[in-house]
């Protein structure tokens, strides 16, 4: 059986703007021929600093762009050669779940409104009873779906952003940096929920953080992106016990609990 | 900090239904009906009879402004609809697809901005005769760019939201998208644009009934009114000053609602630090 | 050289801060975290008597021996600067971006300490570079566009140090930031808190960085401050449940175990006018006593220099 | 830069053609036979008939587009059917009225406007900023003719500082501004409102930003604040409506200089389509059109002067 | 050194008074920087000019025409026969764009017998021969300077051109060589262009101005009545102002709807509310201050009732009727009320506002139209009804064409006096069209200006007899 994902070797370029009428600018490599295969179940983590391009990739495997070399295969398909109308259909089978909890709902729509959306999208009309039921399996009360985004914290926000990516009960779930912006309990929570769903419907994730602490939590494999290159590509635990770059190393000490431990000597002052 | 928001928009709000219930009202009832001439009974001091007195020709005022607020409204709204709605549309579509789409509908845009709009009008009266449904083309035309670069402007900032993605990710074309999330989204700002077009195109078919381009006898309108009254500015002043006061009173209507629907649509002014 | 005591922060009828007192001197570093909406900014921001004019101020609060609880702006004005300054949050928007990053720094020199052209200009590179920014001749010369996140960062830093503040409020300046940029700026912060022997007051709700920073840290929750006390101490071993939560809900970063759950701090932060009259924690707490959805349980005292507020310590006397 | 140069370029050559075109097709598809008007109705047909030949009249329409966009290419922009001389020398003969006019059109709308805008916005929410804003929301409600008509009433008729209207020429420059101070203020007045009301907005916008905030953390006077920190960043939305009304005060002189009978460019044009005057109007539209994509290009220009972030829209 | 300032409505295209029709260029140039060989007086009469004297032969068909000594052109160049002579081949020639080419039409041949004779031979008599000299078509100019004439004008006139503004004023001086020049008060002309109607107002209130001759706003003659500084002279023009019926096509190719129309209208209150009572209504199409002058006002009186009938046996009662107007103020003006008095009779009229162009095509061209309202300002313009179906009326008709050939033919003044009045009654009895009122000519001006005209037979406006006290 083929993988679920399986990337293959998709970089993306960004043409620079021209600043002289003959001189046309090198363009900005924003993925660098990354590679990743990911089976049912599991989850891959992404990891690097801002601009590293893990973005870059999550928006090639939803689909929004296409990459300038490369495929990516989604059951074996090359998700970028579907028709339109194919891909329309397809995309009931892999969602994804934003950073920004406060952009990802449309602020005039009831949230149920929102959640039922990808079954919209292919013409069916969802059922109020699917829509409660999904609210319910994201820890919210059915009677909620009438409200509106602002009626909700971050944490609950985040909660319908998921609710609404799993209505299709899809096969993969693409979490771009999905609990960055959330505070440390509320994360918590939400992480804890994407593991409960995870177990139940066998979905694979990718997963896209800068938080190494959250990767060493949630994730199977890891891959470490700078400047658009791979610099670190493999078993998570692995990598995370025994780093093999600096780049690796030092994101490893920034997400460290340890008090003034390595600059400044305890004081203690009153 | 005083809450401005409401002031405004109550103010403005009682303005334009004030405005519009007259206009609806003089549908049905006028005090006299405005095209009765009493010749003789010219310039007739404000009376219980002739509220406001008669004009040049014995028309009683009140039942003139009553009638031109019914012309005057209807070329705010009609042209500011038709305008608006194409200028949104062409705005949208080309937010949507971008490319060659946007690359045309902005080079029209520019066009529409380029070609000054009087002269538009002007041609458009020497063509067909000035007329008032003349009128409201010109100014129609005038609105189109005005709306399709705010669509537009409003419409790229919402397509970069994460929940316009969320929806193609779902599976949504470029069509549903823009129904269901952009338009309904750049709703507010096309509002509060579309009540400074009202107040704009009252004074865009006063201007042009100035140059006799405007409302045509025996049809009265405010521009109309004010333009034919000015050589009596020293005869009969008052006849300039009604006119000029409903359209200033139209237009301060707009505005203001414009002005309050702006603050309460943008949640960042109901929390200004002073 | 900060006494603030009783600290009461009004929006209307609700209190963004809740009766919170400190004491901070010459060269201590002080942390503060807590959720979003605890009320950190706040604090910060009474500090430099920046509160939005909205805002209602109550207690006592001295600079320099001067009260300035009651102040109007133009006396503020004169400390702003020269003895507190502070380092906001969104490198990216904090600085004016119309005008070159050295501009920037020198208004102040200019202004304040009267520097002509080229002394001012002498000591903003110096300022510079001692913000740990590289080719400071070239940077200066650029706009805040042209820089990276962590450069913008060390200019607002070098900006508030520019008259050689005794005191430096740093709100969140790591948050926006990678985590080996935030590694930087933390390490930058310490030495020159160090060097100068200024005082530094770190608002972060990153514990990591929080710990790697300050000396002494307070925990934050719903406008009051319901623990203290050195940073080792209150990390290792938390007395507030609210603390306690806290920590425990951060993902471990060695455990070798996969797919575990997390254990939750149950409910959300409750929206200021939703928080409950007696302990604040009340209705999230694990434990439930009677009295805590009443009364408001004061700070005990742990140890010199700790304490905590909760009506339910488990060993009061750590 | 230069991309940008030739684009633009291109852009400003490609709408002032399209411009043309639609002039052209418009005004040739508008009733009215310039033979009569000018030799009345009671003219024999013969003597109308020997006036086209001489004006070229009977020569098809694309023939007479042609030679127009030939000899316009070469500089050369026809001669009026009308006044029988070049339409550049009638041009040039107005440009002196109308240039200055919407020159001091635009100062005192920027002066005015901005200045009051940025009073309105320290004064935020306080009584200043409602004078402001309700002195504006009339300025913006008064139409244009009816306030020139009574600017006219009180200081030309009743008071007698200024003239009433009219142009007497650049000989005696003195004569000249006053002659033209009323109908500046007319132009001036209106669109000062608006761009009063704009700025207001635009600075108390600018006022949210974070680094404002900074601003004042570093102590600097509110004043200083305002001028140094506030203004520049709040000045591209300005520009922006400055160059719309660069349109609106070009479009503005046909009324103005009706009203105030000025010899000036839109009298011209207004006449000048009434009396199908075909290459007259074709070049006052070209040129109308030209000013507006100018001014709008000196704002894109002025963008990139004013916010360096914009570099790359300059590509 | 005493400047008089003229306000204009209209403003001239070109300075050359043998080339275009716009009534200013007579207005400011005839007679004043321009002279023919005749002029005509306030009353219309004949006066000598460039010619002192002419001999008319016994069959009225050759003119011989004495040319006045010491007459030079503004640039130095005397008048001579050729001069004369010059002109008039000019104004007859194939490719001329004489407005009034017409005017020229009975000429057969002009001979130069010496330098100061000329000789003129006819095709058939005309008996408004001399009149139409007089005219500024008729202007005699030099060959030298025929071409520069749209431009900088010279003439023979006691004033020469200085300057035009285009769009603001035009500027005459005094010509210190002009053969009368010692009578002559004034030493500066200034023609000041205001179009608009307040403005117009502002700039006399505001003592810009010491004459307007042509004042457009009837509603503010009283007010000037009232100002010691102002005094306002009510005249007379040749403009008959008519509402125009279309002949050649239903309902007005029926006399009964003409005729109901004529019934229905109310002069008095058209002039009282379109001229503010300040003109003279006409019943047919002959200006009242002519010497042929008869009163037809009473022919069809005001009567609504009569009107409805006459619709109704036309056939025409509740059906609509457009009415196309042009873009003068004392059209629309009279048009709204004439729309309200037809109603009142029974019939609905659209009133079309339309633009001068569109008027010229549509209505007069294309004869587009049912009815519209337009002055008729040329002298001797009865001859408009012989102009047959083409012209805009639509009329024809085999009498009247005998009618005004026999007129203009008739070199007898009694007889043509008679057959003139004859016409009029012709033109009335078929109701051609209605006849409203006559143009009046409005005059303000400062109380200390003397000489101008109060009434308006030809379109100009000598200036040398104005004075300023
Ligand atoms: N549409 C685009 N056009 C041009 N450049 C782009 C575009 N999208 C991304 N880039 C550039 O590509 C690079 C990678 O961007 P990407 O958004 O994938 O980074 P990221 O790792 O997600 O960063 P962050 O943590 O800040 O979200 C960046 O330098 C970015 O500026
Ligand atoms: N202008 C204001 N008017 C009313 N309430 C306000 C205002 N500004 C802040 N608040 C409230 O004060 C409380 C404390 O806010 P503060 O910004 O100090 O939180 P914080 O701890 O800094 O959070 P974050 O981590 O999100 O920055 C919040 O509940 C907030 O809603
Ligand atoms: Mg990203
Ligand atoms: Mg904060």
Redesign the pocket.
Same mark, same amino acid.
């Given at each position: 059986m083929s993988a679920l994902l399986d990337i293959q070797n998709v970089t993306r370029r960004?043409p620079r703007p021209r600043q002289r009428l003959l001189h046309r600018p090198e363009p !900005?490599v924003?993925l660098d021929n990354a590679s990743l295969t990911l089976n049912a179940g599991e989850t891959y983590g992404i990891v =690097?600093e @801002? =601009? @590293?391009?893990? &973005? &870059? !990739?999550a928006r090639l495997v939803m689909g929004f762009e296409a990459p300038d070399n490369g495929r990516v295969l989604l059951g074996g398909e090359d998700l970028h050669a579907l028709p339109e109308h194919i891909l329309r259909q397809r995309r009931q089978t892999f969602q994804m779940v934003f950073q920004d909890p406060f952009g990802s709902l449309d602020p005039r729509r009831p949230v149920g409104w929102s959640v039922g959306q990808p079954l919209r999208a292919t013409g069916q009309q969802p059922a109020p009873a699917q829509i409660a039921q999904t609210f319910e399996r994201v820890g919210l009360s059915a009677s909620d779906a009438e409200r509106y985004p602002h009626e909700f914290s971050g944490g609950q926000r985040q909660r319908i952003a998921i609710a609404r990516a799993i209505i299709t009960k899809p096969r993969l779930l693409v979490a771009d940096?999905a609990v960055s912006a959330l505070d440390v309990s509320v994360r918590a929570q939400i992480l804890n929920l994407l593991l409960d769903l995870q177990d139940e419907f066998g979905l694979a994730m990718l997963f896209v953080t800068?938080d190494l602490a959250v990767v060493a939590n949630l994730c199977d494999h890891l891959l470490v !992106?700078r400047n =658009?290159r791979t610099v670190e590509q493999g078993p998570a635990q692995a990598i995370l016990t025994n780093p093999q770059t600096d780049y690796t190393t030092m994101l490893l000490d920034a997400a460290r609990v340890t008090p003034a431990g390595h600059s400044a000597p305890a004081r203690t002052t009153t | 900090m005083i809450r401005r928001a409401p002031v405004n928009l109550w103010i403005g709000g009682a303005l334009v239904a004030m405005m519009t219930a007259i206009a609806l009202l003089s549908l049905v009832w006028t005090p006299y009906d405005h095209t009765l001439l009493d010749i003789p009974a010219k310039f007739a001091a404000p009376s219980a009879e002739h509220w406001l007195g008669t004009d040049q020709l014995g028309r009683d005022v009140v039942s003139l402004l009553m009638a031109a607020s019914v012309n005057s409204l209807t070329v705010a709204f009609v042209a500011v609809g038709l305008g608006g709605a194409i200028g949104t549309l062409l705005g949208l579509a080309a937010s949507a697809w971008g490319g060659w789409v946007e690359a045309i509908v902005m080079r029209l845009v520019d066009l529409g901005f380029a070609f000054p709009a009087l002269l538009f009008a002007i041609m458009l009266a020497a063509a067909f005769g000035p007329s008032l449904s003349n009128a409201i083309l010109a100014i129609a035309f005038i609105n189109i760019p005005v709306f399709a670069r705010v669509a537009r402007g409003a419409a790229n900032q919402i397509w970069t939201r994460d929940f316009v993605l969320a929806g193609q990710a779902a599976g949504m074309g470029r069509a549903a998208l823009t129904r269901d999330h952009i338009l309904p989204n750049i709703a507010a700002p096309i509002i509060v644009q579309a009540t400074i077009e009202f107040a704009v195109a009252i004074l865009a078919e006063a201007a042009l009934s100035y140059l006799g381009l405007g409302a045509q006898p025996p049809m009265p309108s405010w521009g109309r009114m004010l333009s034919e009254a000015q050589t009596l500015m020293y005869l009969a002043p008052e006849l300039a000053i009604y006119p000029g006061l409903c359209i200033i009173l139209a237009v301060l209507g707009f505005g203001l609602l414009g002005d309050g629907l702006r603050d309460v649509t943008d949640p960042r002014l109901a929390r200004t630090r002073a | 050289m900060i006494r603030a005591s009783g600290i009461t922060v009004r929006f209307g009828s609700h209190a963004a801060l809740r009766d919170v007192s400190l004491q901070l001197d010459p060269g201590q570093r002080l942390g503060i975290v807590g959720e979003s909406g605890s009320g950190k900014s706040m604090l910060g921001l009474t500090l430099m008597g920046m509160l939005p004019s909205s805002a209602k101020l109550d207690g006592q609060l001295h600079v320099d021996g001067q009260d300035m609880s009651t102040a109007a702006d133009r006396q503020w004005r004169s400390l702003r600067a020269r003895r507190v300054a502070m380092v906001f949050q969104e490198p990216a928007s904090a600085l004016n971006p119309l005008r070159r990053v050295g501009d920037t720094v020198m208004e102040p020199l200019r202004l304040h300490l009267r520097l002509d052209r080229k002394a001012a200009q002498q000591r903003m590179l110096e300022l510079l570079d001692e913000t740990g920014i590289q080719e400071p001749a070239l940077k200066a010369r650029q706009y805040p566009h042209e820089l990276s996140g962590g450069q913008r960062q060390r200019v607002l830093i070098a900006l508030a140090l520019a008259c050689d503040p005794a005191l430096l409020i740093a709100d969140e300046p790591t948050t926006a930031l990678d985590a080996h940029v935030g590694l930087r700026i933390t390490e930058l912060l310490v030495r020159l808190a160090r060097d100068r022997g200024m005082a530094l007051v770190f608002i972060s709700h990153d514990l990591a960085a929080v710990a790697r920073t300050v000396d002494d840290v307070a925990v934050m929750y719903g406008g009051e401050v319901v623990e203290r006390g050195p940073v080792a101490e209150v990390l290792r071993a938390p007395q507030h449940p609210y603390t306690q939560g806290l920590l425990a809900a951060r993902p471990p970063l060695d455990a070798g175990q996969l797919r575990r759950r997390l254990p939750v701090v149950p409910g959300n932060v409750p929206a200021m006018a939703d928080l409950p009259l007696g302990c604040r924690f009340a209705g999230r707490c694990h434990v439930e006593l009677p009295r805590c959805a009443a009364t408001r349980p004061s700070e005990t005292s742990l140890s010199p220099g700790r304490s905590a507020a909760c009506h339910h310590l488990p060993d009061p006397s750590i | 830069m230069q991309v940008f140069l030739l684009r633009r370029s291109l852009g400003f050559l490609a709408t002032l053609f399209a411009v043309s075109v639609i002039v052209f097709l418009v005004m040739n598809v508008l009733p009215g036979d310039p033979a009569v008007t000018i030799l009345g109705i009671d003219s024999t047909e013969d003597a109308r008939a020997a006036l086209r030949a001489e004006l070229g009249l009977d020569r098809p329409l694309w023939q007479r587009y042609g030679a127009w966009v030939w000899d316009a290419v070469r500089g050369d922009f026809g001669t009026s059917y009308f006044f029988r001389v070049p339409v550049s020398e009638l041009i040039a003969e107005r440009l002196p009225l109308t240039l200055p006019l919407a020159a001091f059109g635009m100062l005192a709308t920027v002066t005015l406007g901005v200045t009051l805008g940025i009073i309105a916005a320290a004064q935020h929410g306080r009584p200043g900023d409602w004078a402001i804003m309700l002195l504006s929301q009339l300025g913006i409600a008064i139409p244009a003719f009816w306030l020139s008509i009574l600017l006219v009433l009180l200081f030309a008729v009743k008071l007698r500082w200024l003239p009433p209207g009219g142009f007497p020429g650049w000989d005696d420059p003195v004569l000249a501004l006053r002659s033209l101070i009323l109908p500046t203020a007319a132009l001036a007045l209106v669109q000062s409102a608006v761009l009063a009301r704009v700025t207001r907005s635009s600075a108390l916008e600018v006022m949210r930003l974070d680094f404002v905030r900074t601003a004042r953390a570093t102590g600097l006077a509110p004043r200083r604040i305002l001028g140094r920190h506030i203004l520049p960043n709040a000045l591209v939305p300005i520009v922006t409506i400055v160059g719309m009304q660069v349109a609106g005060v070009v479009t503005g002189t046909i009324v103005i200089e009706n009203v105030f009978y000025l010899p000036g460019l839109g009298r011209l044009v207004f006449q000048s389509i009434a009396n199908r005057d075909l290459f007259t109007v074709q070049a006052l539209v070209v040129l109308f059109a030209a000013i507006v994509v100018t001014a709008n290009f000196l704002v894109d220009i002025a963008y990139v002067l004013i916010d360096p972030r914009l570099k790359g829209r300059l590509a | 050194q005493s400047t008089l300032r003229i306000g204009l409505q209209q403003e001239p295209t070109v300075l050359d008074p043998t080339s275009d029709a716009t009534a200013s260029i007579d207005g400011m140039l005839a007679q004043n920087v321009f002279e023919s060989l005749t002029v005509v007086d306030e009353t219309g009469a004949v006066h000598p000019q460039l010619a002192t004297t002419w001999e008319i032969s016994d069959d009225g068909l050759t003119y011989t025409f004495k040319l006045v000594e010491g007459a030079t052109f503004h640039d130095g160049t005397s008048l001579d026969a050729e001069d004369v002579k010059f002109s008039f081949d000019r104004a007859m020639a194939e490719d001329s764009t004489n407005p009034s080419k017409g005017i020229f039409e009975p000429i057969e041949s002009v001979t130069v017998i010496d330098p100061a004779t000329v000789e003129i031979k006819l095709t058939r008599k005309d008996a408004f021969f001399l009149f139409n000299l007089a005219q500024g078509d008729a202007s005699i100019i030099a060959p030298e300077s025929v071409d520069a004439n749209a431009t900088t004008p010279i003439g023979t006139g006691p004033f020469k051109f200085d300057g035009w503004t285009r769009g603001d004023r035009l500027t005459l001086i005094k010509y210190e060589d002009h053969r009368a020049a010692s009578d002559v008060a004034i030493d500066k002309v200034e023609f000041r262009f205001i179009a608009d109607p307040a403005a117009a107002t502002a700039a006399l209130m505001a003592e810009e101005l010491d004459a307007f001759p042509g004042f457009p706003a009837p509603e503010l003659l009283e007010q000037f009545e009232a100002d010691p500084r102002f005094k306002v002279v009510v005249g007379s023009t040749e403009g008959e102002v008519i509402l125009a019926l279309n002949n050649a096509r239903a309902p007005f190719d029926k006399i009964e709807a003409r005729q109901a129309v004529s019934h229905a209208i109310n002069r008095d209150e058209i002039i009282d509310g379109a001229m503010y009572g300040k003109a003279v209504p006409i019943g047919s199409f002959y200006p009242p201050h002519g010497p042929a002058y008869v009163d037809l006002t009473g022919l069809y009186p005001h009567d609504s009732e009569k009107a409805k009938e006459l619709f109704t046996s036309a056939g025409v009662a509740g059906s609509e009727i457009t009415l196309r107007v042009p873009p003068f103020p004392y059209a629309t003006r009279s048009g709204e009320i004439v729309q309200a008095e037809l109603a009142k009779a029974g019939v609905t009229v659209k009133v079309e506002n339309v633009e001068w162009g569109f008027w010229i095509d549509e209505v007069y061209k294309k004869k587009n139209y049912d009815m519209t309202i337009i002055a008729h300002t040329s002298p001797n313009d009865l001859s408009n009804f012989a102009r047959g179906k083409d012209y805009f009326y639509g009329f024809q008709s085999d009498d009247f064409d005998a009618l005004w050939n026999a007129i203009k033919t008739e070199t007898d003044t009694d007889t043509r006096m008679g057959l003139l009045k004859d016409a009029q009654n012709f033109v009335a009895d078929n109701a051609i069209h209605a006849f409203l009122f006559q143009l009046p000519k409005l005059g303000i001006y400062r109380a200390n200006v003397d000489g101008f005209w109060a009434a308006s037979p030809v379109l100009y406006q000598p200036l040398s007899a104005v004075t300023i006290k």
């Amino acid at each position: 059986m083929s993988a679920l994902l399986d990337i293959q070797n998709v970089t993306r370029r960004y043409p620079r703007p021209r600043q002289r009428l003959l001189h046309r600018p090198e363009p !900005l490599v924003a993925l660098d021929n990354a590679s990743l295969t990911l089976n049912a179940g599991e989850t891959y983590g992404i990891v =690097g600093e @801002s =601009g @590293s391009g893990k &973005t &870059t !990739l999550a928006r090639l495997v939803m689909g929004f762009e296409a990459p300038d070399n490369g495929r990516v295969l989604l059951g074996g398909e090359d998700l970028h050669a579907l028709p339109e109308h194919i891909l329309r259909q397809r995309r009931q089978t892999f969602q994804m779940v934003f950073q920004d909890p406060f952009g990802s709902l449309d602020p005039r729509r009831p949230v149920g409104w929102s959640v039922g959306q990808p079954l919209r999208a292919t013409g069916q009309q969802p059922a109020p009873a699917q829509i409660a039921q999904t609210f319910e399996r994201v820890g919210l009360s059915a009677s909620d779906a009438e409200r509106y985004p602002h009626e909700f914290s971050g944490g609950q926000r985040q909660r319908i952003a998921i609710a609404r990516a799993i209505i299709t009960k899809p096969r993969l779930l693409v979490a771009d940096e999905a609990v960055s912006a959330l505070d440390v309990s509320v994360r918590a929570q939400i992480l804890n929920l994407l593991l409960d769903l995870q177990d139940e419907f066998g979905l694979a994730m990718l997963f896209v953080t800068h938080d190494l602490a959250v990767v060493a939590n949630l994730c199977d494999h890891l891959l470490v !992106l700078r400047n =658009g290159r791979t610099v670190e590509q493999g078993p998570a635990q692995a990598i995370l016990t025994n780093p093999q770059t600096d780049y690796t190393t030092m994101l490893l000490d920034a997400a460290r609990v340890t008090p003034a431990g390595h600059s400044a000597p305890a004081r203690t002052t009153t | 900090m005083i809450r401005r928001a409401p002031v405004n928009l109550w103010i403005g709000g009682a303005l334009v239904a004030m405005m519009t219930a007259i206009a609806l009202l003089s549908l049905v009832w006028t005090p006299y009906d405005h095209t009765l001439l009493d010749i003789p009974a010219k310039f007739a001091a404000p009376s219980a009879e002739h509220w406001l007195g008669t004009d040049q020709l014995g028309r009683d005022v009140v039942s003139l402004l009553m009638a031109a607020s019914v012309n005057s409204l209807t070329v705010a709204f009609v042209a500011v609809g038709l305008g608006g709605a194409i200028g949104t549309l062409l705005g949208l579509a080309a937010s949507a697809w971008g490319g060659w789409v946007e690359a045309i509908v902005m080079r029209l845009v520019d066009l529409g901005f380029a070609f000054p709009a009087l002269l538009f009008a002007i041609m458009l009266a020497a063509a067909f005769g000035p007329s008032l449904s003349n009128a409201i083309l010109a100014i129609a035309f005038i609105n189109i760019p005005v709306f399709a670069r705010v669509a537009r402007g409003a419409a790229n900032q919402i397509w970069t939201r994460d929940f316009v993605l969320a929806g193609q990710a779902a599976g949504m074309g470029r069509a549903a998208l823009t129904r269901d999330h952009i338009l309904p989204n750049i709703a507010a700002p096309i509002i509060v644009q579309a009540t400074i077009e009202f107040a704009v195109a009252i004074l865009a078919e006063a201007a042009l009934s100035y140059l006799g381009l405007g409302a045509q006898p025996p049809m009265p309108s405010w521009g109309r009114m004010l333009s034919e009254a000015q050589t009596l500015m020293y005869l009969a002043p008052e006849l300039a000053i009604y006119p000029g006061l409903c359209i200033i009173l139209a237009v301060l209507g707009f505005g203001l609602l414009g002005d309050g629907l702006r603050d309460v649509t943008d949640p960042r002014l109901a929390r200004t630090r002073a | 050289m900060i006494r603030a005591s009783g600290i009461t922060v009004r929006f209307g009828s609700h209190a963004a801060l809740r009766d919170v007192s400190l004491q901070l001197d010459p060269g201590q570093r002080l942390g503060i975290v807590g959720e979003s909406g605890s009320g950190k900014s706040m604090l910060g921001l009474t500090l430099m008597g920046m509160l939005p004019s909205s805002a209602k101020l109550d207690g006592q609060l001295h600079v320099d021996g001067q009260d300035m609880s009651t102040a109007a702006d133009r006396q503020w004005r004169s400390l702003r600067a020269r003895r507190v300054a502070m380092v906001f949050q969104e490198p990216a928007s904090a600085l004016n971006p119309l005008r070159r990053v050295g501009d920037t720094v020198m208004e102040p020199l200019r202004l304040h300490l009267r520097l002509d052209r080229k002394a001012a200009q002498q000591r903003m590179l110096e300022l510079l570079d001692e913000t740990g920014i590289q080719e400071p001749a070239l940077k200066a010369r650029q706009y805040p566009h042209e820089l990276s996140g962590g450069q913008r960062q060390r200019v607002l830093i070098a900006l508030a140090l520019a008259c050689d503040p005794a005191l430096l409020i740093a709100d969140e300046p790591t948050t926006a930031l990678d985590a080996h940029v935030g590694l930087r700026i933390t390490e930058l912060l310490v030495r020159l808190a160090r060097d100068r022997g200024m005082a530094l007051v770190f608002i972060s709700h990153d514990l990591a960085a929080v710990a790697r920073t300050v000396d002494d840290v307070a925990v934050m929750y719903g406008g009051e401050v319901v623990e203290r006390g050195p940073v080792a101490e209150v990390l290792r071993a938390p007395q507030h449940p609210y603390t306690q939560g806290l920590l425990a809900a951060r993902p471990p970063l060695d455990a070798g175990q996969l797919r575990r759950r997390l254990p939750v701090v149950p409910g959300n932060v409750p929206a200021m006018a939703d928080l409950p009259l007696g302990c604040r924690f009340a209705g999230r707490c694990h434990v439930e006593l009677p009295r805590c959805a009443a009364t408001r349980p004061s700070e005990t005292s742990l140890s010199p220099g700790r304490s905590a507020a909760c009506h339910h310590l488990p060993d009061p006397s750590i | 830069m230069q991309v940008f140069l030739l684009r633009r370029s291109l852009g400003f050559l490609a709408t002032l053609f399209a411009v043309s075109v639609i002039v052209f097709l418009v005004m040739n598809v508008l009733p009215g036979d310039p033979a009569v008007t000018i030799l009345g109705i009671d003219s024999t047909e013969d003597a109308r008939a020997a006036l086209r030949a001489e004006l070229g009249l009977d020569r098809p329409l694309w023939q007479r587009y042609g030679a127009w966009v030939w000899d316009a290419v070469r500089g050369d922009f026809g001669t009026s059917y009308f006044f029988r001389v070049p339409v550049s020398e009638l041009i040039a003969e107005r440009l002196p009225l109308t240039l200055p006019l919407a020159a001091f059109g635009m100062l005192a709308t920027v002066t005015l406007g901005v200045t009051l805008g940025i009073i309105a916005a320290a004064q935020h929410g306080r009584p200043g900023d409602w004078a402001i804003m309700l002195l504006s929301q009339l300025g913006i409600a008064i139409p244009a003719f009816w306030l020139s008509i009574l600017l006219v009433l009180l200081f030309a008729v009743k008071l007698r500082w200024l003239p009433p209207g009219g142009f007497p020429g650049w000989d005696d420059p003195v004569l000249a501004l006053r002659s033209l101070i009323l109908p500046t203020a007319a132009l001036a007045l209106v669109q000062s409102a608006v761009l009063a009301r704009v700025t207001r907005s635009s600075a108390l916008e600018v006022m949210r930003l974070d680094f404002v905030r900074t601003a004042r953390a570093t102590g600097l006077a509110p004043r200083r604040i305002l001028g140094r920190h506030i203004l520049p960043n709040a000045l591209v939305p300005i520009v922006t409506i400055v160059g719309m009304q660069v349109a609106g005060v070009v479009t503005g002189t046909i009324v103005i200089e009706n009203v105030f009978y000025l010899p000036g460019l839109g009298r011209l044009v207004f006449q000048s389509i009434a009396n199908r005057d075909l290459f007259t109007v074709q070049a006052l539209v070209v040129l109308f059109a030209a000013i507006v994509v100018t001014a709008n290009f000196l704002v894109d220009i002025a963008y990139v002067l004013i916010d360096p972030r914009l570099k790359g829209r300059l590509a | 050194q005493s400047t008089l300032r003229i306000g204009l409505q209209q403003e001239p295209t070109v300075l050359d008074p043998t080339s275009d029709a716009t009534a200013s260029i007579d207005g400011m140039l005839a007679q004043n920087v321009f002279e023919s060989l005749t002029v005509v007086d306030e009353t219309g009469a004949v006066h000598p000019q460039l010619a002192t004297t002419w001999e008319i032969s016994d069959d009225g068909l050759t003119y011989t025409f004495k040319l006045v000594e010491g007459a030079t052109f503004h640039d130095g160049t005397s008048l001579d026969a050729e001069d004369v002579k010059f002109s008039f081949d000019r104004a007859m020639a194939e490719d001329s764009t004489n407005p009034s080419k017409g005017i020229f039409e009975p000429i057969e041949s002009v001979t130069v017998i010496d330098p100061a004779t000329v000789e003129i031979k006819l095709t058939r008599k005309d008996a408004f021969f001399l009149f139409n000299l007089a005219q500024g078509d008729a202007s005699i100019i030099a060959p030298e300077s025929v071409d520069a004439n749209a431009t900088t004008p010279i003439g023979t006139g006691p004033f020469k051109f200085d300057g035009w503004t285009r769009g603001d004023r035009l500027t005459l001086i005094k010509y210190e060589d002009h053969r009368a020049a010692s009578d002559v008060a004034i030493d500066k002309v200034e023609f000041r262009f205001i179009a608009d109607p307040a403005a117009a107002t502002a700039a006399l209130m505001a003592e810009e101005l010491d004459a307007f001759p042509g004042f457009p706003a009837p509603e503010l003659l009283e007010q000037f009545e009232a100002d010691p500084r102002f005094k306002v002279v009510v005249g007379s023009t040749e403009g008959e102002v008519i509402l125009a019926l279309n002949n050649a096509r239903a309902p007005f190719d029926k006399i009964e709807a003409r005729q109901a129309v004529s019934h229905a209208i109310n002069r008095d209150e058209i002039i009282d509310g379109a001229m503010y009572g300040k003109a003279v209504p006409i019943g047919s199409f002959y200006p009242p201050h002519g010497p042929a002058y008869v009163d037809l006002t009473g022919l069809y009186p005001h009567d609504s009732e009569k009107a409805k009938e006459l619709f109704t046996s036309a056939g025409v009662a509740g059906s609509e009727i457009t009415l196309r107007v042009p873009p003068f103020p004392y059209a629309t003006r009279s048009g709204e009320i004439v729309q309200a008095e037809l109603a009142k009779a029974g019939v609905t009229v659209k009133v079309e506002n339309v633009e001068w162009g569109f008027w010229i095509d549509e209505v007069y061209k294309k004869k587009n139209y049912d009815m519209t309202i337009i002055a008729h300002t040329s002298p001797n313009d009865l001859s408009n009804f012989a102009r047959g179906k083409d012209y805009f009326y639509g009329f024809q008709s085999d009498d009247f064409d005998a009618l005004w050939n026999a007129i203009k033919t008739e070199t007898d003044t009694d007889t043509r006096m008679g057959l003139l009045k004859d016409a009029q009654n012709f033109v009335a009895d078929n109701a051609i069209h209605a006849f409203l009122f006559q143009l009046p000519k409005l005059g303000i001006y400062r109380a200390n200006v003397d000489g101008f005209w109060a009434a308006s037979p030809v379109l100009y406006q000598p200036l040398s007899a104005v004075t300023i006290k």
